[in-house]
Antibody
């Protein structure tokens, strides 16, 4: 299993952009079949899948976030990034990066078996 | 979006008890159903995928069943380390969605 570690500011001002990175170690973000997701957890909305991307492909995000999301990979640094624009207090949450489960040459895009420890982001002025 | 519900939302049980948690999807998801365990301050941990396949390293007292819209997670004999919150999640279609969770605590 790869190891994931999120980082970014713990406090973001309303209407600004939340930017997080996730360093991946123990494996390459370019691995075939690997999907890299962002997931958040808040007391009010529980666990919410934000979106995912994969090497050489497109990113997909949750329509509930109204096109405010950008997810990308940096192959030179082996990391993934999240930008969430126009944040409000409702975006306050613990943000996790996660990788899908792969076994025996098969990968399952929506099964998350590697997670970072999470980073708390508070949106407040 | 596919909505996931779980019941009960919480339960109290003793070590050695058999525990069953139900999960329902708002439409058929075949067997694209995962179960996670989360302890306070930690990220969720994948226990079961494809409704009934135990993730490597997960004790055999955990089992999953179901298909279509109705699923069950069973812990055959609850151990002290099993007190946690359990979530189901559908991986049938984007956006992937999670249930609200079932908290298992000590009676």
């Amino acid at each position: 299993q790869v190891q994931l570690q999120e980082s970014g500011p713990g406090l973001v001002t309303p209407s600004q952009t939340l930017s997080l990175t996730c360093i991946v170690s123990g494996g390459s973000i370019t691995s075939d079949g690997s999907y890299w997701s962002w997931i958040r957890q808040s007391p009010g909305k529980g666990l919410e899948w934000i979106g995912h991307t994969y090497y050489g492909g497109s990113a997909y995000d949750n329509p509930s976030l109204q096109s405010r999301v950008s997810i990308s990979l940096d192959t030179s640094k082996n990391l993934l990034s999240l930008n969430l624009r126009s944040v409000t207090a409702a975006d306050t949450a613990i943000y996790y990066c996660a990788k899908n489960y792969c076994t025996g040459g098969s990968c399952y895009s929506g099964d998350f078996d590697s997670w970072g420890p999470g980073t708390l982001v508070t949106v407040s002025s | 979006d596919i909505q996931m519900t779980q019941s009960p939302s919480s339960l109290s049980a003793s070590v050695g008890d058999r525990v069953t948690i139900a999960c329902r999807a708002s439409q058929s998801i075949s067997s694209y159903l995962n179960w996670y365990q989360q302890k306070p301050g930690k990220a969720p941990k994948l226990l079961i995928y494809a409704a009934s396949t135990l993730q490597s390293g997960v004790p055999s007292r955990f089992s999953g069943s179901g298909s279509g819209t109705d699923f069950t997670l069973t812990i055959s004999s609850l151990q002290p380390e099993d007190f946690a919150t359990y979530y189901c999640q559908q991986s049938h279609s984007i956006p992937f969605t999670f249930g609200p969770g079932t908290k298992v605590d000590i009676k």
